[in-house]
């Protein structure tokens, strides 16, 4: 269970009042809260559902690989995974856990199982191609880019397709492809500097 491993950490999820009993002899009456026996006492707060133990576990993994406390937090990951499978919200964390950590294959494998995920996101997309362009997996990233300029209901979002396939092609030092995708971002956002800017690049490593 999430509850044992949160324990073993030495976090305790119960409150209960600390009372001692009183040692002089009186008539025997109503109990006052000081001199209630501690297996009497009533808890300040319940005990946390399942769920709620998951939902802490998650805080708690995000804390721990803030601090880089990787050892816990993969402790803790492993337990969550167990409980939830298949939840998104996990294999974020995992990816936060490999890129603290820079291991940023790691960080493209768990990525990747975010977007298998219900509930993923284009940030998650995002974030999926950028660990796929940092480790050389340029058709999964273009993959993410092309499903993205089929599916966009935005000019926005048809920009930074471009300007990101653009940006794989000049990674592949495949310059005129590269070129073509930033001069159809500008197309369509003239005033777009990244895309401006990428072609300047071009021209310096490629003047042809």
Not at 64 to 92: G, H, S, T, W
Not at 157 to 168: C, K
Request: aromatic share 10%; with cysteine; hydrophobic share 35%.
């Amino acid at each position: 269970m999430i509850k044992s491993s949160i324990k073993h950490i030495g976090l305790g999820l119960t409150l209960v009042w600390l009372a001692g009993c009183s040692s002089s002899p009186s008539v025997p009456s109503k109990p006052k809260p000081s001199e209630i026996p501690i297996d009497q006492a009533e808890p300040l707060a319940s005990n946390l559902s399942e769920d709620d133990e998951y939902k802490f576990g998650l805080d708690l993994v995000a804390l721990e690989v803030r601090n880089k406390q990787f050892d816990r937090a993969d402790r803790l990951l492993n337990k969550l995974k167990k409980y939830k499978p298949d939840d998104v919200k996990v294999y974020r964390l995992y990816t936060d856990y490999y890129e603290a950590k820079q291991n940023l294959d790691m960080a493209y494998v768990s990525s990747q199982q975010v977007i298998k995920q219900s509930g993923k996101t284009k940030s998650d997309e995002q974030r999926f191609a950028k660990f796929a362009l940092m480790t050389d997996h340029y058709k999964e990233a273009e993959a993410i880019y092309h499903q993205w300029l089929e599916d966009a209901d935005s000019s926005t979002l048809e920009v930074v397709a471009l300007n990101n396939l653009g940006f794989s092609a000049l990674l592949q030092k495949q310059y005129k492809k590269a070129k073509d995708y930033f001069e159809q971002a500008i197309q369509k956002d003239p005033l777009n500097e990244k895309a401006r800017n990428n072609l300047k690049l071009i021209q310096r490593v490629d003047p042809s």
